[in-house]
C-alpha cells in the first residue's frame, strides 16, 4: 500500500488546519481532519466554471472571479471556457494554498496561474467583492464546503444577507453568480431569491461515474 505523504499545513484566520496530501499520486487538502477536495474527484469544480463561463466564451474583454483557489480545477476550466482577452481573478484567503497551486514539484496549478490572463489575489473574497462594485461578468464561489456544511466559521459571512448583497452589487449588468454545495440546501435557495435573484439548481457528481453528488446553484438578476 502506497503511503499517504503529507506536503504542507497552514491555518486559516480562526484557526483550522489545512493539510495537503499526496497518495498514489493524486492531491489532497484536509481541513481539521476531514477531506475538502481531491484532484481524483473534480468534475463538480470543473461543472462550476462552464455553467458560468460558457456564456461568456464569444463575450470579448470579460472578467471573472473565483472565490477559493482549492486544487485549482474552477480556475483551469474557467481559462479553457474563455477568451484571451478576459481576466480571471481568484481570490484566496489563505497563502499557503497560493504556494501549493504555483509549486511545479506538485501537478497541480503552476502552469494555469503562469497565464497572463489571471489574477491571484490573496484575499478574503467578501473584501474583494466589497471593493469591486460592478466589476465582473461572472463570480464562482466554492470556499468549504458551500453555504451548508460549513467547516470553517470564517466562510459563513459569504452566505448571509450581507455577503450576498456584496456578491450581487460587484455583478456587471447581466451577469451571473454560481455557487459550489456538498448537498442540496433548499433554504439556501431561499435565501437567493429573497435577494431577488432567479436559481438554477444542478446536481453533479464528484466524479463523472462514481461518488457523491454535488449541488451547483447558478443564480442572475430577476428580469423586470
Excluded at 106 to 130: C, F, G, N, T, W
Amino acid at each position: 500500500m502506497k503511503p499517504l505523504e503529507r506536503l504542507g499545513e497552514a491555518r486559516t484566520p480562526n484557526g483550522s488546519v489545512l493539510q495537503l496530501y499526496r497518495h498514489d499520486g493524486a492531491y489532497l487538502i484536509r481541513a481539521d481532519g476531514v477531506e475538502l477536495m481531491s484532484t481524483r474527484r473534480h468534475l463538480s469544480e470543473d461543472k462550476l466554471a462552464e455553467f458560468a463561463c460558457a456564456p461568456l466564451a464569444a463575450k470579448p474583454k470579460v472578467r471573472v472571479l473565483i472565490g477559493g483557489l482549492g486544487l485549482g480545477f474552477t480556475l483551469r476550466e474557467a481559462l479553457r471556457r474563455l477568451g484571451a482577452d478576459a481576466e480571471v481573478w481568484v481570490a484566496e484567503l489563505v497563502a499557503e494554498v497560493i504556494e501549493w497551486n504555483a509549486n511545479p514539484e506538485y501537478a497541480l496549478s503552476a502552469e494555469a496561474m503562469a497565464d497572463p490572463r489571471v489574477r491571484i489575489v490573496h484575499q478574503d473574497v467578501v473584501k474583494v467583492l466589497k471593493d469591486n462594485p460592478g466589476r465582473f461578468d461572472a463570480i464562482m464561489l466554492d470556499t468549504d464546503n458551500g453555504p451548508d456544511g460549513m467547516i470553517m466559521k470564517e466562510n459563513s459571512r459569504l452566505y448571509a444577507t450581507k455577503g450576498l448583497a456584496a456578491t450581487i452589487t460587484a455583478l456587471r449588468p447581466g451577469g451571473v453568480i454560481a455557487y459550489w454545495s456538498v448537498s442540496a440546501d433548499p433554504s439556501f435557495v431561499g435565501a437567493l431569491q429573497r435577494v431577488g435573484l432567479t436559481v438554477e439548481s444542478h446536481s453533479v457528481r464528484a466524479h463523472a461515474t462514481s461518488g457523491p453528488w454535488h449541488t451547483l446553484y447558478v443564480a442572475s438578476m430577476k428580469n423586470v
